[in-house]
């Protein structure tokens, strides 16, 4: 009955963590409110305590949560449309409780298993965002962001799927792929080339960069670590994906130029804007405020910017920020005699520059569970 109920509870939270946007759509259209949603996280959080948990943080998961919780934590007094802290704020709670899950799951039911029920709701949410673009299904709340993309909309040549945001999708794809390269060291059955076939799909609703090189440099970073035979067919997997995707969308084309990637959809110019305020005050930032105002050259954008250093650093100064490194190189000493996940930490410090997933959405605590826990013997660790 206790492992019926953690597995249940772990099957709410995948639906959380793939539906959560678009479930709260249907439910403001059916119920003018967050119920459904909460229905599902509350069943969640009852099934889990009575699986009767017995979770064991470490000391470097602990100083995750608690430097995470602090920084949210500060925005009420920094942000003064406090729902927008709630709103991260829940998140928080919820991505804590996906972390606990997780945890217990792979101690109580095992590693391999988690990945392969993961994958196969990667599965499921891939055909549901197929059927959402193409049947179309329509959308109950497409413009999440005032004219950058508008979800359900056929002009429109990047896809939210069953999400409120392409570059959600994309990071959706990036954690699919992380799951998909652990579950790769040991099996390669059908949830593994159909969760591959996943991660070519998202790639070409999201058009996302940040997904598509990512998951490139993290193939061309464990070519320098893994045999001969395999560097030669990882290589040939990163120039494969890269160019398939080319080849099906040409429209990933402009978003491949030289003046597309440098300027990153205006990022550059937004993170500029962001370095006045560091300027101000370099050593302890301005607080976390979610309704600032970067705005440079004609260009305005309120709310965190695209890049989890500059969001820590324009917050919290050189201290926030060296407090923030220091995380991330504590879980490189704990993991770098794990070459695998020494490459996929090295991948979401890459993707640190142009999303900041770190708060924004449960990435972060999908991640770590894979790499704060044994895993037994990687075929790519020395």
Request: charged residues 10%; glycine residues 6%; contains cysteine.
């Amino acid at each position: 009955m206790r492992k019926i109920s953690l597995i249940l509870s772990l099957l709410l939270m995948y639906v959380i963590f793939f539906f959560d946007s678009y479930v709260f759509e249907l439910s403001q259209e059916y119920f003018s409110n967050g119920f459904l949603l909460n229905v599902i996280r509350g069943a969640a959080v009852l099934f889990f305590l009575l699986s009767l948990p017995k979770v064991r943080l470490n000391i470097l998961a602990s100083f995750f949560i608690i430097y995470i919780f602090m920084y949210i934590l500060s925005s009420y007094y920094f942000t003064q449309n406090i729902e927008t802290s709630n709103y991260y704020f829940y998140n928080f709670i919820f991505g804590v409780l996906l972390f606990c899950v997780l945890s217990e799951a792979i101690n109580r039911i095992g590693y391999y298993y988690i990945i392969r029920l993961f994958l196969i709701m990667s599965i499921i949410f891939t055909i549901i965002s197929l059927l959402i673009e193409f049947i179309p299904i329509s959308r109950y709340i497409t413009d999440y962001n005032k004219g950058l993309f508008i979800c359900g909309q056929s002009w429109n040549i990047r896809k939210c799927g069953a999400t409120n945001n392409p570059n959600a999708l994309g990071m959706i794809g990036f954690v699919i792929f992380i799951y998909l390269i652990h579950y790769g060291d040991r099996y390669k059955d059908k949830f593994y080339y159909l969760a591959c076939s996943c991660i070519l799909i998202i790639a070409l609703l999201s058009l996302s960069r940040s997904f598509i090189l990512a998951v490139i440099i993290y193939m061309l970073i464990i070519t320098m670590f893994s045999s001969i035979s395999s560097k030669l067919k990882l290589f040939l997997l990163s120039i494969v994906l890269f160019f398939l995707v080319l080849y099906l969308n040409p429209d990933v084309l402009d978003r491949f130029t030289l003046n597309s990637l440098s300027s990153g959809s205006g990022r550059s110019t937004i993170f500029k804007s962001a370095f006045e305020y560091i300027a101000s005050s370099p050593v302890f930032g301005n607080g976390l405020n979610f309704n600032r105002d970067y705005n440079l050259n004609g260009i305005s954008w309120v709310g965190l910017i695209d890049n989890a250093y500059l969001n820590v650093f324009v917050s919290y100064g050189v201290v926030g920020l060296m407090l923030f490194l220091s995380l991330f190189g504590a879980l490189y000493l704990k993991i770098k005699t794990h070459i695998n996940k020494v490459v996929i930490l090295s991948s979401i410090m890459f993707v640190f520059f142009v999303e900041d997933f770190f708060i924004k959405t449960y990435f972060m605590w999908m991640v770590l569970p894979l790499l704060l826990n044994d895993d037994g013997n990687n075929k790519y660790d020395s």
